[in-house]
T-cell receptor, first 107, second 113 residues
Framework: GESVGLHLPTLSVQEGDNSIINCAYS??????FIWYKQESGKGPQFIID?????DKRQGQRVTVLLNKTVKHLSLQIAATQPGDSAVYFC??????FGAGTRLTVKP | NAGVTQTPKFQVLKTGQSMTLQCAQD?????MSWYRQDPGMGLRLIHY???????DQGEVPNGYNVSRSTTEDFPLRLLSAAPSQTSVYFC????????????FGDGTRLSIL
């Protein structure tokens, strides 16, 4: 069946470094992807989205890259801060979620 | 703006009891959904609604009922609670069924003893 999954369940980075969180999907017809951030005790919060007619989209300190050839997308966080510590989910069509990657930022 | 409001935030039930998890949104969104989140498994879709009077099943609907009598409210009912339903439940809403970011509530943490 179709699936969405992240490559690593945990990621630890030093404050100030760049972070890259990866996600793979199986449905080649998928045309919309979202990255969500979930802090402890809270619901997921929208970060950035991308449609399949784009390869890259930038926000404030975040960039999402979409590679449709290998069905892979990534979330890049520039100059990672302690407040970025959270679980990050990719979601296909906004509805089908991966298991999440827990990002820990070390001061 | 309140966004998506879920009540209660915490609940402990005994096996076999029933209860309703409440969800309300004030953004006039047509689409609403319920997810459960278990450790290491991400969010799984239970039920969803594309508008008042219309509901449909998601990935894991067994043991749950929903109704959508108004645009604002989308309650989730546990008919006869089982320990396997111990989880964190999230309600979400958005303008469309897909290809739209969803707005999530802060969840209901449910324990079934």
């Amino acid at each position: 069946g179709e699936s969405v999954g992240l490559h690593l369940p945990t990621l630890s980075v030093q404050e100030g470094d760049n972070s890259i969180i990866n996600c793979a999907y199986s449905n080649s017809a998928s045309d919309y992807f979202i990255w969500y951030k979930q802090e402890s005790g809270k619901g997921p919060q929208f970060i950035i989205d991308i449609r399949s007619n784009m390869d890259k989209r930038q926000g404030q300190r975040v960039t999402v890259l979409l590679n449709k050839t290998v069905k892979h997308l990534s979330l890049q966080i520039a100059a990672t801060q302690p407040g970025d510590s959270a679980v990050y989910f990719c979601a296909e069509k906004g509805m089908r979620f991966g298991a999440g990657t827990r990002l820990t930022v070390k001061p | 703006n309140a966004g998506v409001t879920q009540t209660p935030k915490f609940q402990v039930l005994k096996t076999g009891q029933s209860m309703t998890l409440q969800c309300a949104q004030d953004m006039n969104h047509e689409y609403m959904s319920w997810y459960r989140q278990d450790p290491g498994m991400g969010l799984r879709l239970i039920h969803y609604s594309v508008g008042a009077g219309i509901t449909d099943q998601g990935e894991v609907p067994n043991g749950y009922n929903v109704s959508r009598s108004t645009t604002e409210d989308f309650p989730l009912r546990l008919l006869s609670a089982a320990p396997s339903q111990t989880s964190v439940y999230f309600c979400a809403s958005s303008w469309g069924q897909s290809n739209q970011p969803q707005h999530f509530g802060d969840g209901t943490r449910l324990s079934i003893l």
